[in-house]
């Protein structure tokens, strides 16, 4: 059965940092494209970002280019994503997807964590 | 970007009703579109893949159909337990997008 958990939310003042961490199982993990999808308080889903399989193409929302890095570690079964300069428009629960693009093995079927909430407040 | 108008926003029906949603892509995506449920306070759960295909476990009153741009989620008799929010996704490209949601309630 896949697993993805979340952990690392919590609340940060704007321009603070903060590491989300996805602890995944049930799968071979080194195997599948991973992604952050987010949500905010009320709202739809916005995907974050995207990192394939080896972790060599990475792709991000424009709304957090140059603000958030994707990672992983498949020696570890984990994804990460650190974010920093954060602003109150970033809060949102954070979902770690196993999802893809039509040519991936992580598609079609998209497979998701149950989040970790983000606040960013004074 | 791939743009997904899904519509209705929101819904009222009763039970035994057959609801429809429909969504709608910016551009030509084939058959790579999945339709998630969400409940509140709960990660979104994949109902139909590439389409029409049901995921296993999910009850046969749920269907999707459609290829192209255009996109439509059926629940042929609505039940209590579907009162939820409905997404659809493209996986046809970067980024991935998302329906703007159709959040369905008992009349």
């Known amino acids: 059965e896949v697993q993805l958990v979340e952990s690392g939310g919590g609340l940060v003042q704007p321009g603070g940092s903060l590491r989300l961490s996805c602890a995944a199982s049930g799968f071979i993990f080194s195997d599948y494209t991973m992604n952050w999808v987010r949500q905010a308080p009320g709202q739809g889903l916005e995907w974050v970002s995207y990192i394939s399989s080896s972790g060599s193409t990475i792709y991000y929302a424009d709304s957090v280019k140059g603000r958030f890095t994707i990672s992983r570690d498949n020696a570890k079964d984990s994804l990460y994503l650190q974010m920093n300069s954060l602003r109150s428009e970033d809060t949102a629960v954070y979902y770690c997807a196993r999802m893809g693009i039509y040519y991936d093995r992580s598609a079609p079927k998209g497979y998701w964590g149950q989040g970790t909430l983000v606040t960013v407040s004074p | 970007d791939i743009q997904m108008t899904q519509s209705p926003s929101s819904l009222s029906a009763s039970v035994g009703d057959r609801v429809t949603i429909t969504c709608q892509a910016s551009?030509?995506?084939?058959?790579?579109l999945n339709w998630y449920q969400q409940k509140p306070g709960k990660a979104p759960n994949l109902l139909v893949y590439d389409a029409s295909n049901l995921e296993t476990g999910v009850p046969s009153r749920f269907s999707g159909s459609g290829s192209g741009t255009d996109f439509t989620f059926t629940i042929s008799s609505l039940q209590p337990e579907d009162i939820a929010t409905y997404y659809c996704q493209q996986y046809d490209n970067l980024p991935l997008t998302f329906g703007g949601g159709t959040k369905v309630e008992i009349k």
């Open positions: 551009q030509d995506i084939s058959y790579y």
